[in-house]
């Protein structure tokens, strides 16, 4: 079964960048269009942003401008960096592929905003 790992959260101050991966097992990757999603405590998990398989992204309207999603089919993994960032953006981040191809989630990655 398909597994999907994310990394790369932490601490940031408020104006500051992270570059999140999503690693994925399995060889069909390049196949599917993959997302992140956003969950905040006591909120719903939220998509931010998703790129196709041929690489045509799309982006929540409140991170465009500050959020790059990407994607290395050769190494079977996603990307999503963040700068500017905004205590609002505050959540654990998770990757997942779109529609039916979708996965069990993985344990996502924490990123914090905060002074």
């Known amino acids: 079964q398909v597994q999907l790992v994310e990394s790369g959260g932490g601490l940031v101050q408020p104006g500051g960048s992270l570059r999140l991966s999503c690693a994925a097992s399995?060889?069909?990757?390049?196949?599917?269009?993959m997302g992140w999603y956003r969950q905040a405590p006591g909120k719903q998990r939220e998509w931010v942003a998703s790129?196709?398989?041929?690489?045509?992204?799309n982006y929540l309207d409140s991170v465009k401008g500050r959020f790059t999603i990407s994607r290395d089919n050769a190494k079977n993994t996603g990307y999503l960096q963040m700068n500017s960032l905004k205590p609002e953006d505050t959540a654990v981040y998770y990757c997942?592929?779109?529609?039916?191809?979708?996965?069990?989630w993985g344990q996502g990655t924490q990123v914090t905003v905060s002074s």
């Open positions: 997942n592929f779109l529609g039916p191809a979708r996965v069990p």
């Open positions: 399995g060889s069909f990757f390049s196949f599917y269009g």
């Open positions: 790129i196709t398989n041929s690489g045509l992204p």
